[in-house]
């Protein structure tokens, strides 16, 4: 089992940056790719950004040049860095991890979520 922790969100105004972390426990495969969804009221939950086991990234259009996800494999740890928020920016981002387990299923694993809000 994989246990996923983010940390980082909160308020902050049009403009400004929040970094996000997120904490992987459990049993992680270097092949494993780590990313970040978020999902605004009414809204469907949306990929942010993607970060596989070879280092390639994925961004969302909406927030390419404004936020870059990072790994730290050592720690288990992924981040993403967000700056030039805007209040489009508003809402749960939650932490991903996709990896085939051991018993050769893959699986995809959800943090509980953490709440970005942005005033304009």
């Known amino acids: 089992q994989v246990q996923l922790v983010e940390s980082g969100g909160g308020l902050v105004q049009a403009g400004g940056s929040l970094k996000l972390s997120c904490v992987a426990s459990g049993r992680i495969f270097s092949t494993s790719a780590m990313g970040w969804y978020r999902q605004a009221p009414g809204k469907q939950r949306e990929l942010v950004a993607i970060l596989n086991s070879v280092g390639s990234t994925t961004y969302a259009d909406s927030v390419k040049g404004r936020f870059t996800i990072s790994r730290v494999s050592a720690k288990n740890t992924v981040y993403l860095q967000m700056n030039r928020l805007n209040p489009e920016d508003t809402a749960v981002y939650y932490c991903?991890?996709?990896?085939?387990?051991?018993?050769?299923?893959?699986?995809?694993?959800w943090g509980q979520g953490t709440q970005v809000t942005v005033s304009s």
């Open positions: 991903h991890l996709a990896q085939t387990d051991s018993d050769y299923v893959p699986r995809n694993y």
